[in-house]
Every structure is written in structure tokens, then in C-alpha cells.
């Protein structure tokens, strides 16, 4: 009996064994979601969930749009995708977001179904009676997926995010989310209820100066919709999307800066200039803060050489000298690159509007020899003379007898203005290398960065802007007798007689009325008696200087005006280049020094010179947005000096040297003595400086053009009477020699040279 019982219990535990061997014969047990080595339960190859979207979102749909769910996607209990053949899409709420329960499409209302005269179902959407949110859902092998909000509501006609007071500091955030403040409007401007409007999307036009956190976007870790952080200066338009719309909202403004301190190995060059030897290029140091004293980084900042040849800086800041002279260095904070903002709001909280630096003065010393190019509106010839070689100099014949010569910065090209052609000579072959019959007149200036070449047509009243690599040109109506840029090369002002244009590369022309008046103004036929050379007057005013650090131009009349370019947006339109001051006191032609601290204009009748002391603003534009306005006695005070011993006909141009310690007037008589006046401006405000005349060798009776030599170490001038070039010692006030230019007119008769052009030629 024992054995059998010991047989009945054996036999009953083997039973579990041999089931469990049996049941697992042909089964993988990692075939199973829980490994519990039964081999029962969900497997990896069943549907575990469904993901439809958009989840974080949801859609928004007007009255009558159809939209779509995202494709949904299977996954098994391990998150790996599972192949579903077919889902069945279904709403909560048929009668505001009807669905097709085949392919997913939404209907904001309600599907036709079981339509007559064999229109297909799910083809018409009809528009809800009122506004809902409903749930839509994806569902296969018993498994549904997660819901998704669908948002029903009017058409959508504006989105507005509010007014911001105040502007955000760089890498801050706007203090409450943009949706917290997101009005929906619908038809007739009535707000939607805001349970019904569903996620909107921000989206900046400029995202350099804000980016936005949206639930849509998967790469953020912030998951706050609308979230704002600020980063460049400057405001932008901010587009809302919802619902397929996209709505300009609103604007966001990034703080501005204050002001921008430059300095080079510590200093500014004042009183003492920093030196910067040839080949060893140096870099500036750029600090800059805004309103809330924030450090600010990034900035997109134009920086300016007077003597860019010679001691140019880059677009990084560093600054490389290739030739002894003196130059004033600053930099700008320009919209367009910097600080902007759409033309609409410029001056909103300080945005869209220009922020300048100090200066710094910096010094390559040495001596270096000059190459020259000399030019009379009375001949076709022009010559070249390199101060290197010996031998007289030999003159080229020009196609037609030019009006006008100007070198580019880079020594590259002279442009010869003609009415019949523009004439471009190569400078270093001196030969032609170009003529365009396209952009006949008078050439007014080149470009910094020599691109541009401002051509006046005098005759048909047309400023060209001609681009010389392309022979390419825009063009705008207006009389015109000079023009010169601003340092950064964005600004160009032009004069003419009556008007005073501007072009700036961002708003474009404007054009204001000059009613300077003047002593010596150009009549129309000084302008454009082009088939007689000897009533053609290269000299007439009115004329324009740029004050460094460039508030803007100076022009010349019976009183000279300073226009500033911080923007007068208290009007509409607005004034982009507003009067900054108006001078009592006459100038038929000025200049502003490079160091930025004169003004000097002179008359021939009274013939004297003005000297206006100036103290240029830096920083960023008044707060008030009405432009800047100067004030006697303590952003300019008047100095004049009678110009003794000379009757001038007119003045000819008041020329500075690059370093601001001299300058020199010439000017056209009927009776001269070879008097040229020499002027050395104070270097205290509001004090008058010292007036010398140096008199020129035998047979020079007026001096009628001249420049300084790069280095400051010459002047030279051309005169009537001899017709020769005279070479200036500056620092003894001494002609030294003389050069015979042999320039005549077509009569083969001597003629005074009227244009000279230089540039370095070497170092000694």
C-alpha cells in the first residue's frame, strides 16, 4: 500500500512539470510583454496604445474649415511601432467636429452624409450653430488612442498679444507669456471666448531679437507657449497663426543700447593718440549697456575710419595700418544691421534708431611719399604724377574734357564726370578702362567701400547711384553741386541749390527744401553750360560736410544749418533727418575735422573764416524722439576770422588735414598775390584758432584746389596765374617746389589745375 500511495503522489507532482513542458513545445516566451516564463499574455507584436496628434495642441477650426488629424501612430508595450491596416476615427461631439471615421478629416459642424444626386459623403462641411471644443479619437484592435482637442470657433479676422511698456534686456524674458495677454477677434471685431480659440503659434518676423517658446515646438525644454526671450537690440513684428491665419499681432522690443565705449590698449586717443604701428594690426575693445544696465554682446556695429587707405578696421574691430597718418575711428550701432525695427514704430522704446560711439584717435607714424592726379574742367587732359620718380610728368588725353575727378577709397579707379560719358581710368595704369554713355554728369563722390559712384546729370536734373562693377545704376530726380557719404557708407547726403536729398540703405530717399540761400549759389548756367568749358564752375555752392562721429550734415548758406539723423517720429510721416540747428553764421564752403571737433566754413564776401566748435552727441537718440537738437554755447560756439590780404571771387573749398591740426582755404580772384590761408584750429571749445597766410613762389596768384598728402606732411595746391602744382612743407608753412602739370585747354593755353586726387605711395 506504501508503495502505491508513493506512486499516486509522484505521478501528481509530475503532472505541473509535464503541462508546463507540453504547453511551452513551439512558443518563444520573449514573445510576451511580461517575462513570466508562462508563456500567457500581451505580446510584442499586439497593439498596446495609439498616438494621435496634435496632442499638445490640439487643432483650431473656424465655422465650416476642414482640417486633419496627424496620422496615428501603434505602438506595442515596448514603444515599438506596430503596422496597423485601418483605424475608426470618432468625435464626443458629432455636431460641432464631425468626423470621418474612415480617413480622420475634421468638419468644424457637420459632414454630408447620404447626400442626393450622388454627392459623396464627407464632402460638404456645414457650419455649427455655436462655438464648442470637442474630442477626436483613433481606435484599432479594441485599443484607443489618447484624445485630441478640437477647438470650433468663428473666423478668425485679428490677433493681438497687447502693447509692450517696457523693452526686455538681452537673454531676459518678457515678464508673462504671450498668451496671456492674446486677444481673438472675430467677424466684427467681437472677441472670441478664449476656451474656444484652442493654441495659438508665435512666430517672429526677426527672430535675431526675440524667440518664442510654442507647444508645437518638440526642440524647446521650456514647454510655456509663448515665452518670450529677448537677444539682439531692436523690435520686431510678432505673427500669431491659428486656424491656418496668420495675423501680424504685434510687436516686441529688444532693449537698445545706451551707448558704445570704444577704446584701443586702453585709451581713446585723447589728448595723446594711439599709436598703431604698420603691419601690427590691434584690436578694439567694444563695452556697451542698455537701459537696465545689462552687458550687452553680439552687436552688429559699423565701424568707421576717416583714413580708411591708410589705418583701415575691420568688421570685427581691428585695426590695421598700411601708411603713416592720423585717423578717427568710431563705430555706429545702424539700423538695418543694428537696433532695427519696422519703419512704422522707429523710436518706439528707443528701437530702429541709430547709437554712436565715442572716438578714437589712433596714429601710424612716419613719412610716406604720394602719388597724384591732377585735372581741370578747362582741359582733356588729365596727369599723373608719382612723387617716387623723377622726370616731368606726362599728360593722358581724355575722351572729353571732364567736370569732375574722384578717386575711389581704394585707389582702385578715378572717375572722370563728363556730359557726355563717365569715364573710369584704371589708377594704376592711368589708363581708360571703361567709359558708359548711360550715366552722363558730374561725379559727386564714391562710396567708402567704393561701390557706389553719385553722378549728377545737371543738364536733365537725374542722380544716378552707379555701380561701377556691374555698370548698373538707380536713379531719382534732382539738381545737385555736392555730396559725400556718412563714414559707415549707409547715409549719403546730397545739395543742390534748392533741395537737400538723403538716401539712406534702409528708408530709402528723402528729400527736403534748402532755403540756406548763400552768397555764392551755382545758377543753372555755371551747372550746365557743358559745350563751354570757361562758364562751367566747378566751385558754386551750396555744399555739405559730415561731422564726425557723424551726427549727420552741415551745409552751407547765408547761415549754416546742422541736420541730425536721430528721427523726428513725434510726425507723421516722420522726419528722418530733422534740423538739428541752425548757425548764424555764413559759409560758402565748410569741412568738419576728423577729429570731430571743428566745423570750418568760409566766405568770399565777407572773406573770412568760420570756425564753429562742436560737440558732438555720442550715445543713443534723445528719448523725446524729436531729433536732436544743438545748442550754442554748449554743443557749438562761433569763432570767425577775416581772411586778410585776399579778394577772393569765390571760395573754392576749405580743405583739413587727416590728423585735424591744420587747414588750408582756397579760392578763385580776378587779382591774387599767392597768398594761401592757413588756419590751426584750437584744441580748446569755443576758442578761436590761429590764421597765417603762406605765401606761394613767384607767379602764383590764387590758390585754387589743394590737398593734404596722407601723412599731414604736405599740401598741395594748385594755382592760378603759374598754373603749376605747388608742394607745401606743413609744418614750416613753406612752398618748396613746384611742378609743371601741363594742363591746357583745347587752345593749347595753360589752365590752373582744379581737381587733384592722392593717395600713399610708400613708406620712407
Keep these: 500500500m506504501q508503495r502505491f500511495f508513493a506512486l499516486i503522489a509522484l505521478f501528481v507532482l509530475s503532472i505541473p512539470v509535464g503541462i508546463s513542458i507540453a504547453g511551452c513545445a513551439g512558443s518563444n516566451p520573449n514573445d510576451f510583454c511580461i517575462k513570466n516564463g508562462h508563456g500567457y499574455g500581451e505580446k510584442v507584436t499586439d497593439l498596446d496604445h495609439i498616438n494621435l496628434g496634435p496632442a499638445s495642441t490640439g487643432l483650431s477650426l473656424s465655422y465650416g474649415q476642414t482640417g486633419q488629424v496627424n496620422q496615428p501612430q501603434g505602438f506595442n508595450c515596448n514603444g515599438g511601432n506596430v503596422s496597423v491596416a485601418h483605424y475608426i476615427f470618432g468625435s464626443t461631439n458629432l455636431n460641432i467636429a464631425d468626423i470621418n471615421p474612415s480617413t480622420g478629416a475634421i468638419c468644424a459642424g457637420t459632414w454630408n452624409r447620404h447626400s442626393a444626386s450622388g454627392i459623396p459623403d464627407f464632402t460638404i462641411c456645414t457650419p455649427p450653430a455655436e462655438p464648442g471644443v470637442a474630442q477626436v479619437t483613433a481606435s484599432a484592435s479594441a485599443v484607443t488612442s489618447n484624445p485630441v482637442n478640437v477647438y470650433i470657433h468663428p473666423s478668425i479676422t485679428a490677433v493681438t498679444i497687447g502693447s509692450q511698456t517696457a523693452c526686455v534686456s538681452q537673454n531676459q524674458q518678457l515678464g508673462s507669456p504671450l498668451t496671456s495677454n492674446t486677444t481673438v477677434f472675430g467677424p466684427d471685431g467681437v472677441a472670441i471666448n478664449p476656451q474656444y480659440v484652442g493654441t495659438v503659434t508665435y512666430n517672429p518676423v526677426n527672430s535675431s531679437i526675440v ?253 544716378y547711384l552707379y555701380n561701377g562693377s556691374k555698370s548698373l545704376f538707380t536713379s531719382v530726380g534732382g539738381l545737385a553741386t555736392r555730396a559725400q557719404f556718412s563714414p559707415d557708407g549707409k547715409n549719403l547726403y546730397i545739395i543742390g541749390p534748392n533741395n537737400f536729398y538723403v538716401y539712406n540703405s534702409v528708408t530709402g530717399w528723402s528729400t527736403y527744401t534748402n532755403s540756406n540761400g548763400g552768397t555764392n549759389v551755382c545758377t543753372a548756367s555755371q551747372l550746365n553750360n557743358n559745350n563751354d568749358p570757361t562758364k562751367f564752375d566747378p566751385f558754386c555752392s551750396p555744399d555739405v560736410a559730415v561731422a564726425i562721429p557723424a551726427i549727420g550734415p552741415f551745409i552751407t548758406g547765408s547761415n549754416t544749418t546742422a541736420n541730425g539723423f536721430c528721427p523726428n517720429t513725434t510726425v507723421n510721416p516722420p522726419i528722418y533727418y530733422p534740423l538739428a540747428a541752425t548757425i548764424a553764421t555764413a559759409s560758402d564752403h565748410l569741412t568738419a575735422t576728423n577729429d570731430g571737433n571743428h566745423i570750418l566754413g568760409a566766405t568770399a564776401n565777407p572773406a573770412q573764416l568760420a570756425d564753429i566748435s562742436v560737440k558732438i552727441p555720442t550715445g543713443a537718440c534723445p528719448s523725446s524722439n524729436t531729433g536732436i537738437q544743438l545748442q550754442q554755447g554748449t554743443n557749438y560756439a562761433i569763432n570767425t576770422t577775416a581772411l586778410a590780404g585776399i579778394t577772393p571771387t569765390e571760395i573754392s573749398g576749405v580743405v583739413s588735414s587727416p590728423d585735424a591740426t591744420m587747414s588750408f582755404v582756397t579760392y578763385t580772384a580776378a587779382s591774387a598775390s599767392g597768398l594761401l590761408p592757413a588756419y590751426k584750429p584750437s584744441t580748446s571749445f569755443g576758442t578761436s584758432g590761429t590764421l597765417t597766410n603762406v605765401q606761394l613762389s613767384t607767379g602764383a596768384q590764387a590758390p585754387v584746389s589743394g590737398v593734404f598728402s596722407p601723412d599731414d606732411s604736405t599740401f598741395f595746391v594748385g594755382t592760378s596765374g603759374d598754373n603749376l602744382l605747388h608742394i607745401v612743407d606743413v609744418p614750416s608753412l613753406t612752398d618748396t617746389k613746384t611742378i609743371d602739370p601741363k594742363l591746357v585747354n583745347p587752345s593749347g593755353t595753360p589752365v590752373p589745375v582744379q581737381f587733384i586726387a592722392v593717395q600713399p605711395r610708400s613708406t620712407t
Excluded at 510678432?238 to 565705449?261: D, Q
Excluded at 522707429?346 to 601710424?364: A, C, K, M, R, W
Aim: charged share 5%; hydrophobic share 30%; aromatic share 4%.
Design 211 to 463: 524667440t518664442i517658446n510654442n507647444t508645437t515646438d518638440t526642440t524647446s525644454t521650456n514647454p510655456v507657449n509663448g515665452l518670450a526671450t529677448a537677444h539682439l537690440p531692436g523690435s520686431t513684428v510678432i505673427n500669431a497663426v491659428l486656424s491656418g491665419t496668420t495675423s501680424a499681432a504685434g510687436y516686441f522690443y529688444t532693449c537698445p543700447p545706451t551707448g558704445i565705449n570704444l577704446a584701443l590698449n586702453g585709451s581713446t586717443g585723447v589728448p595723446t593718440p594711439v599709436t598703431v604701428s604698420a603691419g601690427s594690426p590691434q584690436n578694439l575693445t567694444v563695452s556697451s549697456l542698455d537701459k537696465n544696465g545689462i552687458s550687452l554682446s553680439g552687436l552688429s556695429l559699423d565701424y568707421t575710419s576717416t583714413e580708411p587707405k591708410q589705418i583701415a578696421v575691420s568688421s570685427t574691430g581691428t585695426v590695421t595700418a598700411t601708411f603713416p597718418t592720423t585717423t578717427t575711428i568710431s563705430a555706429i550701432c545702424q539700423p538695418g544691421t543694428c537696433n532695427p525695427a519696422p519703419v512704422n514704430i522707429i523710436g518706439q522704446l528707443g528701437t530702429g534708431l541709430p547709437v554712436v560711439s565715442n572716438t578714437v584717435i589712433v596714429n601710424t607714424p612716419g613719412r610716406s611719399s604720394s602719388k597724384l592726379w591732377l585735372a581741370s574742367s578747362q582741359s582733356s587732359y588729365f596727369t599723373p604724377i608719382d612723387l617716387t620718380s623723377s622726370g616731368s610728368p606726362t599728360p593722358i588725353k581724355l575722351p572729353y574734357i571732364p567736370n569732375s575727378m574722384v578717386l575711389d577709397q581704394n585707389g582702385t579707379n578715378l572717375y572722370f564726370g563728363s556730359y557726355h560719358e563717365l569715364m573710369i581710368v584704371n589708377a594704376g595704369t592711368n589708363t581708360i578702362s571703361k567709359e558708359d554713355p548711360n550715366v552722363p554728369g558730374v561725379v559727386l563722390a564714391v562710396s567708402p567701400d567704393s561701390s557706389t559712384v553719385v553722378i549728377n546729370d545737371q543738364v536733365n536734373q537725374i542722380i
